[in-house]
């Protein structure tokens, strides 16, 4: 049931924008909850995955596979 495919390291930009004005974020946990962090000020946030999926507008740069 998961229509967005995310992973951990991917950028992905959020439907309302940081307060530092930024608007992309990297992926840096997943599992119940997902932590993010801020790629202008580097401010973590964590949130539950349900409430992330909905605040999720689109994925931006996917993580680099080969690693």
Same mark, same amino acid.
């Not at 608007?23 to 119940?32: A, L």
């Not at 801020?38 to 740069?61: A, D, N, W, Y």
């Given at each position: !049931?998961? *229509?967005?495919?995310?992973?951990?390291? *991917?950028?992905?930009?959020?439907?309302?924008?940081?307060?530092?004005?930024?608007?992309?974020?990297? @992926?840096?946990?997943?599992? !119940?909850?997902?932590?993010?962090? %801020? !790629?202008? %000020?580097?401010?973590?946030? !964590?949130?539950?995955?349900?409430?992330?999926?909905?605040?999720?507008?689109? @994925?931006?740069?996917?993580? *680099?596979?080969?690693?």
């Amino acid at each position: !049931m998961v *229509d967005k495919d995310f992973a951990i390291n *991917d950028i992905v930009e959020m439907k309302k924008p940081h307060p530092c004005g930024e608007n992309s974020w990297k @992926i840096i946990r997943m599992g !119940m909850d997902i932590r993010i962090k %801020c !790629m202008g %000020c580097e401010h973590s946030v !964590m949130i539950p995955r349900r409430e992330f999926t909905k605040k999720l507008k689109r @994925i931006t740069q996917k993580a *680099d596979s080969s690693t």
